[in-house]
């Protein structure tokens, strides 16, 4: 049953997905109408932010924060460290101290006799004044690095329990792109340590350090812990959970048993992916764009790290919108190719050839929503002559149907998407090329730069539902692939974007494993506008953001990602009535016959404006 506006999709606490069930509905919810604002119970998690962490920011600021502030929430202090260093950077005049940072740590009583190998959580947050929300609301969204729904419910009820309190920390070195080394240098003030100030408050409390012993209640963490997950859930089953993850993006381990068993079966190096790769070579990450935002981070690093002067990035093709902004707004600014062609690689090399350097080139393989292909041989052969980074989104095409990692120096990926499939949990990889030339320094950068902020609750989720994630590629590629043919026939559709329909196909096929297909995902585009609106109406699917879930879900993708710039993607080919559409697992039959219905409709549709529709 279609989900009514502002419901979750699927129907669940934690779901990654929003029913925006109509065109009106998403144009609404763009434009901030009432009508659909006031009925979001969630959204997508990097744009909208889930109301168990909205309760978790009132609690913050009812203890520690200040009249006229406002609080955004991170895992750990180098991450809050980057937001105040945004701000600092965005808002001209910030004065020093209106943004702050104060760290919540878990009270752990380590005299119980009991051990220590348990779930815990913090929380580093950013005070700064409201009118400054949008602002930092940027850092939730374009580095994907803020605390998920679960840590949020986890952190919510410890500090209501009283296991989180304000902590002091001894002076450390920041990572080396936390050193304020750009703007002015009011960020580098003596009230505070690498960003740390105390809590404020009306009546301070203690703040003990992570060795000191506090009994709260009678009850100590551990049972905290218990009470909120049970006995099965402690750090060595999330930790198993992340190294089963990691096996299976690294190829190693394919089968779908039990967790124990398929770590028992499964090597860390397979060689499945033609690279020699190890499980230690895959990064996970909270979200795939906090995957982009933090190889692109290291990156930089790296370079510094080297004495490289700064270098701008690549943005190789018309890419998802954050990945640009991340580009556009941290480090040296960003060459952007959106169509993504030889002509643009030809200008590259042009450019390369007169002197010009860069730090990376970042592209999508194939690319959200266009599905163009870029051609990743020769990237690679640009690449290794002028000595910059390839890295490769491969979440659409997925490591099942295309082999990128040959050709890059970094694959990123959204597991949010298809390798969860159930749309319900949050997470991100990057995995290292171990031979390509900057393998060695990345991985050194690597051990002192990364962190792992997945949190636990999220990790055993997204292991447990990527467990079927090969048998479900296969079902989604033959079902997309009859969709798309049955859209390419039909005579009120202008363009079909998909792998094998597109002008970039052989750039497809060179990368295509020989079992592989050509992914969930489509776009379409009609002979006028209100046909694209019709077919998207009374398309019997899920309406809404997000791609790569387990059932067939839709969205007017331009309008939805791009509503303030419409004109800006029409000039890179990316038409405001384009409908994406992700295909799940619905039994075929039934699944055409609902497209067919949709196209029937919009082929009686009548333009407004005449033949022109347009």
């Known amino acids: 049953m279609l989900a009514a ?10 779901a990654v997905s929003v029913s925006l069930p109509s065109w009106k509905a998403t144009v609404g919810y763009e434009e901030g109408e009432e009508w659909v604002v006031s009925k979001m119970r969630t959204g997508y998690p990097r744009f909208f932010i889930h109301l168990s962490i909205q309760e978790l920011q009132n609690e913050v600021l009812k203890l520690h924060g200040r009249v006229a502030e406002a609080v955004m929430l991170f895992p750990t202090i180098a991450v809050a460290n980057r937001c105040e260093k945004f ?3 965005r808002v001209d005049g910030l004065a020093p101290e209106s943004v702050r940072v104060l760290v919540l740590a878990p009270v752990i009583n380590k005299n119980k006799g009991r051990s220590v190998e348990t779930v815990s959580s913090g929380l580093a947050c950013v005070f700064f004044p409201k009118e400054y929300f949008s602002t930092a609301k940027q850092v939730w969204q ?34 080396s ?11 580098q003030r003596p009230t505070s340590q690498n960003g740390i100030v105390p809590a404020l408050t009306a009546n301070p409390e ?33 930790s198993q959970a992340k190294l089963a993850i990691r096996r299976r993006i690294s190829g190693c381990l394919t089968d779908d048993s039990d967790l124990d ?84 690689l030809d200008d590259l090399e042009r450019r390369l050839e007169s002197g010009e350097r860069y730090l990376a080139l970042f592209c999508e393989f194939p690319s959200n929503p266009l599905l163009n292909s870029p051609d990743l041989l020769r990237i690679r052969t640009l ?30 990926s959204s597991l949010t998407k298809v390798f969860s499939g159930d749309s319900n949990v949050m997470g991100g990889s990057a995995v290292l090329n171990p031979q390509t030339k900057m393998y060695a320094e990345l991985k050194q950068t690597l051990e002192s730069e990364y962190e792992d902020n997945y949190w636990a609750e999220d990790a055993v989720f997204m292991e447990r539902n990527s ?134 409709a919009a082929e009686s549709a009548v333009p407004l404006h005449g033949q022109g529709g347009q």
């Open 467 to 600: 467990r079927d994630f090969r048998a479900r590629i296969a079902r989604i590629n033959t079902n997309a692939e009859a969709i798309a043919a049955r859209l390419q026939a039909c005579p009120s559709v202008k363009t079909v974007y998909y792998p094998k329909n597109s002008p970039s196909r052989a750039n497809y096929e060179a990368c295509r494993n020989r079992d592989g297909g050509y992914g969930g995902l489509l776009s379409v585009s009609f002979q006028h506008p209100e046909q694209a609106v019709t077919f998207f109406d009374q398309l019997e699917c899920q309406k809404g953001p997000s791609l790569g879930t387990n059932f067939t879900l839709a969205c007017p993708y331009t309008i939805l990602a791009h509503y303030l710039e419409l004109e800006w993607t029409s000039s890179w080919g990316v038409e405001p009535d384009l409908v994406r559409i992700s295909v799940g697992l619905e039994e075929a039959e039934d699944l055409t016959a609902r497209f067919e219905r949709a196209l029937k």
């Open 383 to 412: 690449a290794d002559k002028y000595g910059f980074a390839v890295v490769v989104d491969e979440t659409v095409g997925n490591f099942i149907n295309t082999d990128v990692l040959s050709h890059a120096d970094v694959a990123v």
């Open 87 to 89: 701000l600092h950077d």
């Open 261 to 344: 068993q398929a770590l028992a079966n499964s090597p860390s190096n397979c060689d499945s992916r033609h690279v020699g790769l190890k499980d230690h070579d895959v990064y996970l990450f909270p979200t795939g764009m906090s995957a982009i935002f933090n190889t692109h981070r290291i990156l930089r690093a790296n370079a510094a790290a080297k004495g490289m002067e700064p270098r701008k990035s690549i943005c190789f093709g018309f890419p998802y919108v954050d990945t640009l902004k991340i580009l556009e707004k941290w480090g040296h600014g960003v060459q952007f190719y959106g169509f993504g062609s030889s002509a643009c």
């Open 177 to 187: 792109e936390d050193v304020y080394t750009k703007g002015p240098r009011r960020y």
């Open 5 to 14: 506006v502002g419901q979750p999709v699927p129907n669940t606490e934690h």
């Open 206 to 238: 203690p703040t003990p350090t992570q060795d000191e012993t506090l009994e709260i209640e009678g009850k100590d963490y551990f049972q905290f812990v218990e009470e909120r997950f049970g006995r099965n859930l402690n750090a060595k089953l999330a």
């Open 142 to 175: 374009h580095s994907g690095d803020g605390i998920s729904s679960r840590r949020g419910e986890f952190c919510l009820k410890a500090l209501r329990d009283g296991f989180l309190k304000p902590v002091s920390f001894s002076p450390t070195k920041p990572k």
